[in-house]
């Protein structure tokens, strides 16, 4: 028997914004969120007993972050930006607010990766579903991103892993 959406909701909801911060940055990751339990709860009925719903509930806010994406190629861009909060992963708000930066700059599949990999914790094989590629393609795109991170932001890494 299928738990509530409720319990999905409390069970995946930091995991999920986790990974539209990454993916979107802290302006827009809310409105994905959102927009990915909203669509969430409404196919959640249909969705099969078997599945794996933490990289369902990714696959979604996939998604919704390039419906996002697009959106805001439409838009104009902001002037100012605020600083992300403290992480609560080791890092200082200086660091964290310095890695994200370093994040930000990663190729979209690599940010991608690292995000769906590291934050959400997905396999592989999952990840190349999301991504529309091969299993060696969603592999390649998150040692590529490991390696620009630590490249660029080395301490960040080390502290962030060590956590």
């Not at 959406?5 to 995991?15: K, L």
């Not at 990974?19 to 827009?28: E, F, T």
């Not at 959102?34 to 078997?50: G, H, I, K, Q, V």
């Amino acid at each position: 028997m299928k738990q509530p959406f409720e319990s999905v909701v409390a069970q995946h909801g930091a995991t999920v914004l986790r990974v539209c911060r990454v993916v979107l940055g802290p302006h827009d990751a809310d409105d994905a969120w959102s927009e990915t339990f909203l669509s969430a709860m409404r196919a959640y009925p249909d969705l099969p007993e078997t599945a794996n719903v933490e990289a369902w509930l990714v696959t979604i806010a996939h998604r919704k972050a390039i419906d996002v994406l697009r959106a805001a190629k439409r838009n104009p861009l902001p002037v100012d930006e605020v600083p992300e909060k403290p992480t609560g992963q080791g890092l200082s708000n200086v660091e964290a607010v310095g890695l994200w930066a370093a994040v930000k700059e990663l190729p979209s599949k690599q940010r991608q990766a690292i995000a769906y990999r590291y934050v959400a914790g997905l396999a592989y094989a999952e990840i190349a579903e999301i991504l529309g590629g091969t299993v060696a393609a969603a592999r390649r795109a998150a040692a590529d991103g490991l390696n620009n991170l630590r490249k660029h932001y080395p301490d960040a890494i080390t502290k962030g892993a060590s956590s």
